[in-house]
Structure formats: structure tokens, C-alpha cells
């Protein structure tokens, strides 16, 4: 089965500034979807980015870009010039694209705070 | 992308009541699909719900707990039944955004329920 890893429970960056969060996720397909969802205290869940594992070209929203390292089964997200809307959890997900059903598999996500 | 409403947004509940759930999509979807996320956990899929078929249940979860309706393709309930304070939880519900099951999920607000 594949198991999505967040390795950072709580993750600070000041205004302005950038950071990275980090995902790896372990899976025996070759075709897939990576995601990056964010969660604000509204515990609305927002799409930030998404990846097609067959794309070589690491994805892009604006502040929002991604590194996706599909030898290494890595997908970090990078946030640049920070704002203070930015803080809440972020999840990275993981959806085969064999499976016609839902199989979406969520890490255990990062907690961004953004000190002003 | 698909607009998704919840009601109730959140209630407390007495131990061995139930409460159902509702979700309303703006257009409407094939799959939709009921998430819990425990207090500072991830989220986990409940079932996958198609509108004229049965709920598909995720392993660890059972009908007779979480029975689900789905009468159509806008449209789907989720029922706690005989509930214990171990379902205090936040319930979402999802679609995906394209006709393909590989798409995108969007997320309702959730329900935030909380079992005395």
C-alpha cells in the first residue's frame, strides 16, 4: 500500500521569507498524482498544487512550487515570500492513476506558522 | 472546480444519539467520497459513495456505523450512528472535479462534531 510521510510536524518562517516542506511517499506504481492541499483554522481544505508523476517539469502557482524527485519519491513544497495567510496545516496527498476509485492517501501533515 | 456546502457545520452530541451529515456539490459528480479527521490528525476516507450503488467502506469502517445515501449526483448524507465520544471528529466531504476519477478532490468546510 502507499504511505505518504510528512516529516515535519510544525514547521515557522518569518514574513516574507521562504520555506520548504517536505513529503516523501513510497509506492510500487509508476503513474500517479501528487498533491498539496492546505488547511487554514477555517479547516477548509484548499488545493495548492498538484503534480503528474509522468511530468519531468516540477509544477508552479505563483508563490507555490514544487520539487518533485520521482527516483527519490520526494514532492517538497516551496513557498516563497511569505504572508501571514499562509499559516495553517498543509498535507501532501497521494492518488494512483490505476485506480478507478479514490485511493487518495494523506500524510500526517505540517504545521506552518508565520511569525510577522 | 466544484462548490461544496456541509450542514450542519458543526454540533455536540450525546453518547448513543446519531446524526447525519449532509453535503450538497454545486454540479454534479460521480464519486463522492466521506473523510474523518480526528483531533490533529490526517484525514481518512470513510467510503466512496456513487450515486445507484452501494457505499463502498473503507477497511475499519462498517455500514451499520456510518450508513450513507447518495440519491443523486449533486447530493449525499453521512450518519454517525449510536455515537461515542471516539467519534468526535471533523467529517468532510469530497468530490472530485473532473470526469475522470484521477482528477482532482475538492473538500467541503466540515462538520465538526463533538460526542459527550
Known amino acids: 500500500a502507499q504511505t505518504v510521510t510528512q516529516s515535519q510536524p510544525e514547521m515557522s518562517v518569518q514574513e516574507a521569507e521562504t520555506v520548504t516542506l517536505s513529503c516523501t511517499y513510497d509506492?510500487?506504481?509508476?503513474?500517479?498524482?501528487l498533491f498539496w492541499y492546505k488547511q487554514p483554522p477555517s479547516r477548509q481544505m484548499i488545493l495548492v498544487i498538484r503534480?503528474?508523476?509522468?511530468?519531468?517539469q516540477n509544477a508552479t502557482e505563483n508563490r507555490f512550487s514544487v520539487n518533485f524527485q520521482k527516483a527519490a519519491k520526494s514532492f517538497s513544497l516551496k513557498i516563497s515570500d511569505s504572508q501571514l495567510g499562509d499559516a495553517a496545516m498543509y498535507f501532501c496527498?497521494?492518488?494512483?492513476?490505476?485506480?478507478?476509485?479514490?485511493?487518495?492517501?494523506f500524510g500526517a501533515g505540517t504545521r506552518l506558522t508565520v511569525k510577522p | 472546480s466544484a462548490v461544496i456546502s456541509q450542514k450542519p457545520s458543526r454540533d455536540i452530541c450525546q453518547r448513543g444519539t446519531s446524526l447525519t451529515i449532509q453535503c450538497q456539490v454545486d454540479?454534479?459528480?460521480?464519486?463522492m467520497f466521506w473523510y474523518r479527521q480526528q483531533p490533529g490528525q490526517s484525514l481518512t476516507l470513510i467510503a466512496t459513495?456513487?450515486?445507484?450503488?452501494?457505499?463502498?467502506?473503507e477497511s475499519g469502517f462498517v455500514i451499520d456505523k456510518f450508513p450513507i445515501s447518495r440519491p443523486n449526483l449533486t447530493f449525499s448524507t453521512l450518519t454517525v450512528s449510536n455515537m461515542s465520544p471516539e467519534d468526535s471528529s471533523i467529517y468532510l466531504c469530497?468530490?472530485?472535479?473532473?470526469?475522470?476519477?484521477?482528477?482532482?478532490?475538492?473538500f467541503g468546510p466540515g462538520t465538526r462534531l463533538t460526542v459527550l
Open positions: 469530497s468530490v472530485n472535479g473532473g470526469q475522470l476519477s484521477t482528477d482532482t478532490q475538492y
Open positions: 509506492t510500487s506504481e509508476s503513474d500517479y498524482y
Open positions: 503534480q503528474e508523476a509522468y511530468k519531468q
Open positions: 496527498a497521494y492518488r494512483s492513476a490505476y485506480n478507478n476509485n479514490n485511493d487518495m492517501r
Open positions: 454540479s454534479q459528480v460521480t464519486m
Open positions: 459513495a456513487n450515486q445507484g450503488s452501494e457505499a463502498t467502506y
